[in-house]
């Protein structure tokens, strides 16, 4: 029996919880877990609403196991290794060929999060942690991966970049440098009657009526100046979110010395930014406004409108092609990345009947409920420039 079989059978007698279904653009994902703590976390983590616009046709349903479990070579060997080692997101993993051709991945050590990945057809999953603790975040991740690479494969450009829909409709991609104000334009943007759609990774896909804008399930981060602008500092002092990452709690640790890479800002889930912020998901909208973010020390914010060439120009260095974080499709049968030289002719194709602005400002002092204001100026805008 493989692998697979044997750890998705056993689990299949032993679970009383129902399915969870994550629908996430044309994905579509079976969600079984023997554990109710995994089940609410990814519930949350995925939670949105539906789209105002209707994505192409969905991909057929894919399945997800997320089991708890000792290393589950202990009972059956993963197979010969293929030499091959794939990375994602700071992870490593050793590739396996396990019994009836199905692949295996192996977190390679060391690794604070131990785990395994087996599939059989690229279609169907699962993924056993020792440590259940872990479980829901590392299936939240797979999940993600899986969601690029479906819009990778229609293809996506993906970006380090946010978007929303405004409460009238209209759509706004985002991107910039880290600090430049993507993830808390996009939550401000979502407030009041319209939706967040990507506050650190987003792509543009091609479709047949226009571009898209597609974000990825992963959690939002925010910093003290972004907590404190949107006024849930007290809300968040007796919070403790679905990731378990928030030093604004009252009880919160001392910071450490060097704390790691994020821990200064809370996590929060799709249903907790609703929640907290009044700010529902949706997975994607159309991008009827792109605007390149560029922190300065001005008095007012200013925006001007880009040709295509510099548009072009502007938005490229936020293009993550490929993305650092991530093999180009390191969860499909095929994992070679993919040739990076059609991405920009690709980028000028998809940006080419979209206005593009450059906005300079301070997101500290400008980046707050004014931001409607602001991007409804740049909608409504025959000029090249506007403002300081």
């Known amino acids: 029996m493989s692998l697979y079989a044997s750890l998705t059978g056993r689990a299949e007698r032993s679970t009383t919880l129902p399915p969870l279904d994550v629908g996430w653009y044309r994905l579509r994902l079976r969600v079984r877990t023997t554990d109710p703590g995994v089940r609410d976390h990814l519930a949350s983590q995925h939670h949105t609403v539906a789209p105002d616009l209707v994505p192409p046709a969905p991909l057929p349903v894919a399945d997800l196991w997320v089991l708890p479990g000792p290393d589950p070579s202990a009972g059956l060997p993963p197979g010969p290794p293929t030499g091959r080692r794939q990375a994602f997101t700071g992870e490593w993993y050793d590739e396996h060929r396990g019994a009836d051709g199905e692949t295996v991945l192996v977190a390679a050590r060391p690794t604070a999060r131990p785990h395994t990945l087996i599939t059989r057809d690229f279609r169907s999953w699962a993924l056993v942690a020792r440590d259940p603790a872990h479980l829901g975040l590392l299936a939240g991740r797979t999940i993600r991966e899986l969601v690029r690479e479906a819009v990778l494969g229609d293809g996506g450009l993906m970006f380090h970049g946010a978007a929303a829909r405004r409460p009238g409709g209209r759509g706004v991609f985002l991107v ?20 967040v759609v990507a506050t650190d990774r987003a792509l543009l896909v091609p479709a047949p009526d226009g571009p898209h804008a597609v974000g990825l399930p992963m959690s939002t981060r925010l910093g003290a100046g972004a907590v404190s602008a949107l006024g849930i500092l007290d809300a968040l002092r007796g919070h403790a979110p679905v990731r378990a990452i928030n030093p604004f ?28 912020l009044g700010a529902p998901f949706t997975p994607v909208t159309r991008p009827d406004v792109l605007v390149v973010l560029e922190r300065a020390a001005c008095p007012e914010p200013a925006f001007t409108r880009l040709d295509a060439a510099d548009a072009v120009t502007a938005l490229a260095p936020y293009l993550l092609y490929p993305d650092p974080d991530y093999r180009s499709r390191w969860l ?18 998809l940006v080419g009947t979209r206005p593009v602005f450059r906005l300079r400002w301070d997101p500290a002092r400008h980046c707050d409920g004014r931001l409607h204001d602001l991007v409804a100026a740049m909608d409504a805008s025959g000029t090249a420039t506007v403002g300081a």
């Open 176 to 195: 910039g440098d880290a600090g430049a104000g993507k993830t808390s334009s996009a939550v401000w943007l979502g407030r009041g009657g319209g939706r």
């Open 332 to 349: 499909a049968a095929d994992p070679a990345p993919g040739p990076t030289a059609p991405a920009r002719s690709d980028l000028a194709a």
């Open 249 to 276: 709690r009252a009880d919160a640790a001392p910071a450490p010395e060097r704390p790691a890479p994020g821990a200064d800002k809370v996590w929060l889930s799709n249903s907790e930014v609703h929640d907290l």
